[in-house]
């Protein structure tokens, strides 16, 4: 059951991450038996430069991808049916660019990024994987035909190049990366969305009766995150009434004082700070016209 709360985390989270930069196609079905692409990328045609901010997970995206995160770690036979899912995706691009006739491009293949929080050294080279100059340990290329790599995760260094990939591993690993996440500044563009997706993994989690050791560690890792943000977020609340109700009260007292005041002014009022509101309810006793006003706000822009 909570194998496939953590595979909808993973899709949604993927999703998340790389729409901006592209078509992302979620459980996308391809032909035989009705197999299931769990991430579907296709790069946009004009690739953005911030793309970079993904780091590791941004260079997938710089190709047509095929990504496939496992919660458990990957066996042998996933990790083949993964390779016959991109094998029949190649099949099916061959056919249309025939009936084109055009020349299927080797770019246009997608790469298969298999996503597996550990893996042995064993079945890794059962595979013949092979590691290559410019990429950090723990991608695992398989021979070039293959268009094929095995990401193990838990061998993946702690920078944050990975991080990205790290939320997608297990225990110690995945705990690490979300104090990294919930470290990074407020305005990171992926920060807000990514611990929303988090939280709601630990709300579909704690329904669950039956939950593994690592379930109930991430629940408990997530709970003090969760508690604190919920809190800064209702006190941030507060402080917007707050403001919002000085705002009004400074409006009114200005229209007693002074008279009607012109839109724009209103606009300079709402972007004042409560410092500076409060500075502004001392100081409009002293004022006689709207231009007493348009001074007070042209000193508090300088």
Not at 120 to 128: A, V
Request: aromatic content about 6%.
């Amino acid at each position: 059951m909570t194998r496939f709360i953590h595979d909808k985390f993973a899709k949604d989270y993927l999703e998340e991450l790389l729409k901006d930069y592209g078509e992302v196609k979620a459980s996308e079905k391809v032909s035989g038996e009705i197999k299931e692409i769990d991430v579907l990328f296709t790069p946009a045609k004009q690739q953005s430069s911030n793309i970079q901010i993904l780091g590791m997970l941004g260079r997938f995206a710089e190709n047509p991808a095929i990504i496939e995160p496992y919660r458990n770690p990957a066996s042998t036979d996933e990790i083949c049916d993964c390779i016959l899912k991109l094998l029949e995706i190649k099949a099916l691009l061959r056919r249309e660019a025939k009936t084109n006739k055009i020349k299927l491009q080797d770019s246009e293949i997608p790469k298969l990024w298999v996503l597996t929080p550990t893996i042995s050294e064993t079945r890794l080279s059962s595979f013949g994987t092979i590691q290559k100059t410019g990429w950090l340990s723990g991608v695992h290329f398989l021979p070039d035909a293959l268009r094929t790599a095995i990401v193990a995760i838990h061998q993946l260094p702690q920078t944050p190049e990975t991080l990205w990939l790290r939320l997608l591993g297990r225990g110690s690993v995945q705990s690490q990366a979300i104090i990294e996440l919930q470290a990074l500044p407020l305005d990171h563009p992926y920060q807000k969305a990514t611990l929303e997706l988090v939280y709601n993994l630990r709300e579909n989690l704690r329904v669950n009766q039956e939950l593994e050791a690592d379930d109930r560690e991430l629940i408990m890792r997530l709970e003090p995150l969760y508690q604190r943000d919920r809190e800064q977020a209702k006190e941030e609340g507060r402080q917007e009434g707050r403001q919002e109700g000085r705002q009004d009260l400074i409006l009114r007292l200005l229209n007693r004082r002074i008279g009607e005041i012109d839109a724009s002014l209103i606009v300079q009022i709402k972007g004042l700070s409560i410092e500076q509101l409060e500075n502004l309810g001392e100081a409009l006793l002293d004022f006689s016209s709207v231009a007493d006003l348009e001074t007070w706000l042209n000193q508090q822009s300088i």
